[in-house]
């Protein structure tokens, strides 16, 4: 009750989270509604084509039957009769499907009720001569063809199979402009909703970013203090304190809230790609069958537009996570538990030193790792902390000569242990010798992968073991980053550093 009473930056993004949440929330209400109507658009579409298949089919049949019928009266061999015998065996089937097809639209139940009648009448008159001539009465048989009636009841079927041909065209055409736009909808739908995380999200960075600004400012002024005045050093320091876990509960708050709509949009965009193979596959259907439907525009969407959204989604949500996870993996390290014990360095560094091997050897690249002095605190932070530097070190090594990185130390009698790790890299210029500890900033060329949390996380982890961090460099000449650690941890001391 206290956090929403009080007007605070981390309030304010919490409620723009919140709003975003809604809104988005809202947004896949709209898209799964879009999605279904596509479906439904589709299965329309499906059915219409089925049914213009069936009614084909049953004049496919009774043609069969009508030219088995004159190649009898005509050879008068049994063998001729064989396709009449198949098709009046499939004709129920094949009106049967056409009713359960056409029977969901009253008018097209009517003409499907009417090719059954005509269907009956032009097979009932194919049997009648077809017992004719079996029966010897050849004579009778020719008559009846002669008539004219099969030639009217052929004649009436065929128009009434075209007629539903070409009504059912029509209404499929039509279902196919309704599935294309509810598709089209369902694209810019959910395209709309991944840029508004993506900005929602930016702003959150920002405003995390001034906020851990304004601690790091309050953090450096406490340092420039009076050491002298201890009662002021203390209130500042718990001050400072409360500041930094807030600023951890709210990078958690924010990681996680952030965290859901990222990743409804990576499930929505896999949707979307779908969506747009489905799409693919009836452009392409529609170039084959009626390329003259086609609108330029609507391939464009389908083959260039949709495609190249749905990359710039992935790309920024794929961004985004690494964010999210790096702010995770800062909050959380804040809240640890420090385990102080015993740690000999030269052995703990050297480890390090051999996990990156490979990455030296192919780089041409060598670490020394000298006689190091022991000294008394948390060994994963420790590790983390020269696991950083010295993939750092490596990483930004100069190619235009063998690399070489030296890490040193010794114990300066005080209470306290100096660590040293050189190398002869890049360097960095002095006006970015702090710009390089600050959250989300970078220095030099941006030819190499990262976040700007390395080296933030790195000072962080120096100052809750008790210790300082400062850097020596210049461009082109490598860098030296020193580190002054108590001898001894005493936890709720380095705790009250942060």
Request: charged share 25%; net charge neutral; hydrophobic share 50%.
């Given at each position: 009750?206290?956090?929403?009473?009080?007007?605070?930056?981390?309030?304010?993004?919490?409620?723009?989270?919140?709003?975003?949440?809604?809104?988005l929330l809202v947004i896949n209400a709209a898209t799964f509604v879009m999605i279904r109507r596509t479906v439904e658009f589709n299965s329309r579409?499906?059915?219409?084509?089925?049914?213009?298949?069936?009614?084909?089919?049953?004049?496919?049949?009774?043609?069969?039957?009508?030219?088995?019928?004159?190649?009898?009266?005509?050879?008068?061999?049994?063998?001729?009769?064989?396709?009449?015998?198949?098709?009046?065996?499939?004709?129920?089937?094949?009106?049967?499907?056409?009713?359960?097809?056409?029977?969901?639209?009253?008018?097209?139940?009517?003409?499907?009720?009417?090719?059954?009648?005509?269907?009956?009448?032009?097979?009932?008159?194919?049997?009648?001569?077809?017992?004719?001539?079996?029966?010897?009465?050849?004579?009778?048989?020719?008559?009846?063809?002669?008539?004219g009636e099969g030639k009217r009841a052929m004649d009436r079927l065929r128009s009434e199979v075209q007629a539903i041909d070409e009504i059912q065209e029509t209404r499929l055409q039509f279902a196919r402009r309704r599935s294309e736009w509810a598709s089209t909808v369902t694209v810019v739908v959910n395209s709309a909703a991944g840029i508004l995380i993506l900005v929602l999200a930016g702003i959150s960075g920002w405003m995390v970013r001034r906020y851990v600004l304004e601690i790091q400012a309050g953090r450096d002024a406490l340092d420039r203090a009076n050491q002298g005045l201890e009662d002021k050093v203390r209130d500042r320091t718990a001050a400072l304190t409360r500041a930094n876990e807030e600023i951890q509960r709210f990078a958690y708050i924010v990681s996680h809230d952030l965290r859901a709509p990222l990743v409804n949009v990576m499930g929505y965009t896999s949707e979307l790609d779908q969506v747009g193979k489905v799409l693919e596959r009836q452009v392409q259907t529609i170039e084959t069958k009626s390329p003259k439907l086609l609108d330029a525009e609507a391939v464009t969407a389908v083959r260039e537009d949709v495609p190249e959204a749905i990359g710039f989604i992935r790309a920024s949500t794929a961004?985004?996570?690494?964010?999210?996870?790096?702010?995770?993996?800062?909050?959380?390290?804040?809240?640890?538990?420090?385990?102080?014990?015993?740690?000999?360095?030269?052995?703990?560094?050297?480890?390090?030193?051999d996990s990156v091997r490979h990455q030296t050897d192919a780089a041409d690249a060598a670490i020394t790792v000298e006689r190091l002095p022991w000294f008394e605190s948390d060994r994963l932070s420790v590790e983390q902390i020269f696991g950083n530097l010295i993939d750092n070190a490596v990483k930004y090594l100069d190619p235009d000569r063998p690399g070489r990185i030296v890490a040193s130390g010794r114990d300066t009698g005080d209470g306290r242990v100096e660590f040293r790790l050189s190398d002869n890299g890049r360097g960095i210029a002095p006006k970015d010798h702090e710009r390089v500890f600050e959250l989300f900033r970078r220095s030099g060329r941006q030819d190499r992968p990262g976040e700007g949390l390395g080296l933030a996380f790195v000072r962080n982890s120096v100052r809750r073991l008790g210790g300082d961090i400062e850097i020596e460099s210049e461009l082109g000449q490598g860098s030296t980053f020193v580190m002054k650690f108590p001898k001894r941890l005493i936890a709720h001391e380095a705790g009250d550093r942060l």
């Open positions: 009750m206290r956090f929403l009473r009080t007007p605070t930056l981390s309030r304010s993004v919490v409620g723009l989270l919140s709003i975003a949440i809604v809104l579409v499906e059915q219409l084509q089925q049914s213009r298949r069936a009614a084909r089919n049953v004049l496919v049949s009774v043609l069969n039957a009508e030219t088995s019928q004159r190649g009898f009266l005509l050879a008068a061999q049994p063998q001729y009769l064989a396709p009449f015998n198949e098709a009046r065996a499939v004709l129920p089937e094949q009106l049967e499907r056409l009713h359960s097809l056409m029977d969901v639209e009253p008018d097209m139940a009517v003409r499907a009720a009417l090719v059954d009648q005509l269907a009956e009448d032009k097979m009932a008159e194919l049997e009648r001569s077809l017992a004719l001539a079996s029966a010897g009465r050849i004579g009778e048989a020719m008559q009846l063809v002669r008539s961004k985004m996570d690494r964010l999210i996870n790096a702010i995770l993996k800062l909050s959380r390290e804040g809240r640890r538990n420090l385990a102080p014990e015993p740690l000999e360095m030269t052995d703990l560094v050297q480890a390090i030193a």
